[in-house]
């Protein structure tokens, strides 16, 4: 009896042990969170003072309106959407009938096409070669340098696959087959319709990977009329920062610069919000296909 | 007689050599449009991996653009040997090598306790709640995540010296002081992907028969007991996976935060081989150098995961291949 009370002690400071270490993650993921919404409505000189901590201060919208009324944001917001788009649109028309050629067991050489593309993952041609490759093919400060280097991606096109293999039903090629339809037909007319999910979230993962990436930007587009978002971020939230310790810049740079420390100071919490904005919407979404994808990675994996 | 049936045969065998050779061609006659199908994805692979691959040559020549791959003058070894002697080859090592270390030993832990925790909770509302929460930053850019860290860890402005010196301590300057950079590359990065992490955990223990803890329950097995005795070995099958992916990864350090949060202050302590190729091939122009760097790197990286996943295959049931 006394060592059953005992457990049962043990046990209720172990489930107050597990709450306490939950929420503590909690409370260190959440709060650089809500302080980033607080200070992005809070006069910035309570905020840079330490004086706002948790809760808005002398609510002001002067960040939003300095944000929408700047021309580069918007501009990169655009191309951002334009290479969001575009993008995601060329992912999937690789993707998707790729994947969808690997699924099918007839279709001769599909192991071969596989490993050459599962090599890739292991072995790239790196940085600079791939640079160069994109230079001579002339897309340099141009759109398609964007959208073309990064057009598929090894993992998705292996959980594309496995979505056919599992949900297509086995007798429905050969009956389409017997019928006279070619693989056009199917694919369009029978195989299509029963993807949307597949396509949907596709297109999430694609999609958030277009809209968070700066690094193709940084390496093949200095035409700052192609700006995505992420590369004007950089400028606001990162280089300002930076000029502060870097004397050796000079010129339209660091006038340049010089301008957007100034802007950034108040702008930085509010940019911050508006640029993860189309994310933090679909989020919900994102979490639960994600996590399937993670799912149907490990299963592979 | 007997030379009756071989030659029978030989001519049996050779009318199947051609059915299969015929069924083939039918086979791939037959599904031609799936060829097409896969022609994207094809010309993508070869266009934007297979023919850099084939550009790697360039770490062994001298690079010069209007002569292309093929026509520049093969130079063997220098650019390896000009790398090795440098000053900084060292430095570099030790950053690269440094950071990755202190990340896998911080990072790596952290998601399989986080995982073991959630597991423990019943309550589906407080337990979809955390994972609600620490799933999201995974998804924030790595732009401003660094634009996060650097306003936060601000000497004069940022919240988290602010806190610092409410306790009466010295404001430190984050960014600036070499000393600095790794945890704050490090924890940054652990704020970031410790609740991602728990993902692949969290599918393995909902395997778990639940069989097993009744019968530890009937045996009188602690919480605790049942998490040491039950959950964590079956755990260690995607441990022992993950590990070998990490430590393969070792010189691959995703280095795009790393760029974005690089000064020239901290650069002793920042200064990693990816973004030594970036700074030497992209911005200062040289080309075949920057890439044998790459390529210096890409090559330790194949050796650390094939002796890794050796180990591991020596040393437990589990590895990659």
């Known amino acids: 009896m006394d060592s059953n009370l005992y457990e049962a002690k043990a046990d209720k400071v172990f489930k107050f042990f597990v709450y306490l270490c939950l929420t503590i993650a909690l409370i260190v993921v959440l709060y650089p969170l809500i302080y980033i919404i607080s200070a992005s409505i809070s006069n910035p000189t309570y905020v840079n003072s330490g004086k706002m901590w948790l809760l808005p201060k002398d609510i002001t919208f002067e960040g939003y309106r300095l944000i929408f009324g700047n021309d580069s944001i918007w501009r990169g917001y655009l191309m951002t959407v334009v290479y969001t788009g575009l993008g995601t649109l060329i992912n999937l028309l690789v993707t998707i009938p790729a994947a969808y050629a690997l699924s099918r067991k007839d279709f001769?050489?599909?192991?071969?096409?596989?490993?050459?593309?599962?090599?890739?993952?292991?072995?790239?041609?790196?940085?600079?070669?791939?640079?160069l490759v994109v230079r001579d093919l002339g897309l340099i400060d141009t759109i398609w340098a964007m959208v073309l280097p990064n057009a598929a991606a090894v993992w998705n096109i292996v959980i594309a696959r496995v979505f056919f293999q599992s949900t297509i039903p086995k007798g429905l090629e050969e009956a389409a087959t017997i019928d006279g339809a070619s693989n056009f037909k199917l694919f369009f007319k029978i195989i299509l319709p029963l993807s949307a999910p597949i396509i949907a979230v596709m297109a999430l993962f694609y999609g958030?990977?277009?809209?968070?990436?700066?690094?193709?930007?940084?390496?093949?587009?200095?035409d700052r009329d192609l700006f995505p978002l992420q590369l004007v971020l950089r400028e606001i939230l990162v280089l300002q920062d930076m000029s502060s310790n870097n004397t050796t810049?000079?010129?339209?740079?660091?006038?340049?610069?010089h301008s957007n420390q100034q802007l950034a100071a108040?702008?930085?919490?509010?940019?911050?919000?508006?640029?993860?904005?189309?994310?933090?919407?679909?989020?919900?979404?994102?979490?639960?296909?994600?996590?399937?994808?993670?799912?149907i990675g490990s299963l592979k994996g | 007689m007997s030379l009756g049936t071989t030659i029978t045969n030989k001519s049996k065998d050779e009318i199947n050599l051609t059915k299969v050779k015929k069924s083939r061609l039918k086979k791939i006659?037959?599904?031609?449009?799936?060829?097409?199908?896969?022609?994207?994805?094809?010309?993508?692979?070869?266009?934007?991996?297979?023919?850099?691959?084939?550009g790697i040559q360039i770490a062994f020549k001298d690079y010069v653009p209007s002569l292309g791959f093929l026509g520049s003058e093969w130079v063997g070894l220098k650019h390896f040997e000009r790398f090795f002697n440098s000053y900084y080859f060292w430095d570099l090592l030790k950053n690269t090598l440094g950071i990755s270390i202190y990340e896998l030993v911080v990072g790596f832990p952290l998601p399989i306790i986080l995982a073991l925790l959630l597991n423990e909770v019943k309550d589906g509302l407080y337990k979809r709640t955390v994972q609600t929460v620490t799933y999201a930053p995974h998804f924030i850019s790595v732009v401003v995540i660094s634009g996060m860290i650097i306003a936060f860890l601000s000497p004069t402005t940022g919240i988290i010296n602010h806190i610092?010196?409410?306790?009466?301590?010295?404001p430190i300057s984050f960014m600036t002081d070499p000393k600095w950079f790794k945890t704050v590359y490090v924890l940054s990065g652990v704020w970031q992907s410790t609740g991602w992490g728990t993902i692949i955990y969290l599918a393995a223990l909902s395997g778990v028969d639940p069989q097993q803890h009744e019968a530890a329950i009937v045996d009188g097995a602690s919480r605790f007991q049942r998490i040491m005795y039950i959950n964590i070995p079956t755990l260690v099958p995607t441990m022992v996976i993950l590990l070998i992916m990490n430590l393969g990864n070792i010189m691959a350090l995703g280095f795009e935060k790393i760029l974005l949060l690089q000064n020239p202050l901290n650069l002793e302590a920042s200064d990693v081989i990816a973004t030594f190729v970036y700074q030497a091939g992209l911005l200062d122009a040289q080309y075949s150098f920057a890439a044998a760097v790459g390529l210096f790197n890409a090559i330790i990286n194949a050796i650390l995961l094939i002796a890794v996943n050796q180990i591991a295959r020596k040393t437990s049931e589990t590895s990659l291949w």
């Open chain 2, 164 to 170: 610092i010196q409410f306790f009466g301590f010295e």
């Open chain 1, 266 to 295: 108040i702008i930085k919490y509010g940019v911050m919000i508006v640029s993860s904005l189309p994310v933090i919407i679909v989020y919900p979404f994102l979490q639960k296909y994600f996590v399937k994808g993670v799912m």
């Open chain 1, 249 to 257: 810049m000079t010129g339209e740079a660091a006038q340049l610069i």
């Open chain 1, 208 to 222: 958030v990977g277009h809209w968070n990436g700066y690094f193709n930007a940084l390496i093949y587009i200095s």
């Open chain 1, 108 to 131: 001769y050489g599909r192991g071969l096409f596989t490993a050459l593309f599962v090599l890739t993952m292991f072995f790239t041609g790196g940085l600079i070669p791939t640079y």
């Open chain 2, 29 to 54: 006659l037959q599904n031609w449009q799936l060829y097409i199908f896969i022609l994207p994805a094809l010309l993508y692979f070869i266009i934007f991996h297979y023919v850099p691959m084939y």
